[in-house]
């Protein structure tokens, strides 16, 4: 769930940049100037990929940089995204399961106060070797 693509800015006379992902349909944004450019490159990069994913879409290979037609004034650079780090800034809404676990495990995790949800949480990332 770790991507890097290339991006093609392109220099606005405000002083912003125009930020396009040729390898990916709808992938674009713009920033007030270089450090905005790059981190609103990076969360459309994020929405875009995890859309793929939760739609059950092909990720199309990146392109190379040296690949990319540019024009005049414009530079590419890789951005990089983590859609599980997306995924846990913003698809964070709770969901209710149902289990089954043997009564006498159940009475001791009352009488110690355990909270199951967040048991749950824990040994799921765990499991999943997730952070």
Known sequence: MRYAYPAIFTPEEDGGFSVNFPDLEG??????????ALMMAEDVLALVLYGYEADGKVIPEPSL?????????????YIPCDTMEYRKRFNNKAVKKTL?????????????????SLVLQEALKEKLKIS
Not at 27 to 36: A, E, L, N
Not at 65 to 77: C, M, P, Q, R, V
Not at 107 to 112: D, G, I, R
């Open 27 to 36: 992938c674009y944004t713009c920033g007030d100037d270089m450090p905005d």
């Open 65 to 77: 940089i040296s690949d990319l037609d540019l024009s005049a004034g414009e530079f590419a650079n």
């Open 100 to 116: 089954t676990i043997p009564e006498w495990l159940n009475e001791a995790a009352q009488e110690n106060n355990v909270n199951f």
